[in-house]
């Protein structure tokens, strides 16, 4: 079995900084790309970044420049750092990841979210 979990989501005006990570767990075998996505209220879910395995970032229109991805493979662990926030923002942010068991399965995971409020 695999866990994601997140953890850094808050409170913050606009123009704050928040970092989220977010820990895969479980009986892993290696991890393949790596996600953020975001639900807003009556939004659908939609992806704010990526990562592969090998580094490569990938991120949407409205958080470039201002949102980073990174990942740390010896632990498992991917980072969101959120620089400039804004009220649009807001959401509960998701871990997702593929993960390839020490089965060889591979499968797709989700962390059960963490809220990031931005005040205006």
């Known amino acids: 079995q695999v866990q994601l979990v997140e953890s850094g989501g808050g409170y913050v005006q606009a123009g704050g900084s928040l970092r989220l990570s977010c820990v895969a767990s479980?009986?892993?075998?290696?991890?393949?790309?790596m996600a953020w996505y975001r639900q807003a209220p009556r939004k659908q879910r939609e992806l704010v970044a990526a990562?592969?395995?090998?580094?490569?970032?990938h991120y949407v229109d409205s958080v470039k420049d201002r949102f980073t991805i990174s990942r740390d493979n010896a632990k498992n662990t991917v980072y969101l750092q959120m620089n400039s926030l804004k009220p649009v923002d807001t959401a509960v942010y998701y871990c997702?990841?593929?993960?390839?068991?020490?089965?060889?399965?591979?499968?797709?995971?989700w962390g059960p979210g963490t809220q990031v409020t931005v005040s205006s």
């Open positions: 990562i592969t395995m090998g580094g490569t970032p």
């Open positions: 997702n990841a593929e993960v390839v068991s020490d089965g060889g399965v591979v499968n797709d995971y």
């Open positions: 479980g009986r892993i075998f290696s991890v393949y790309a």
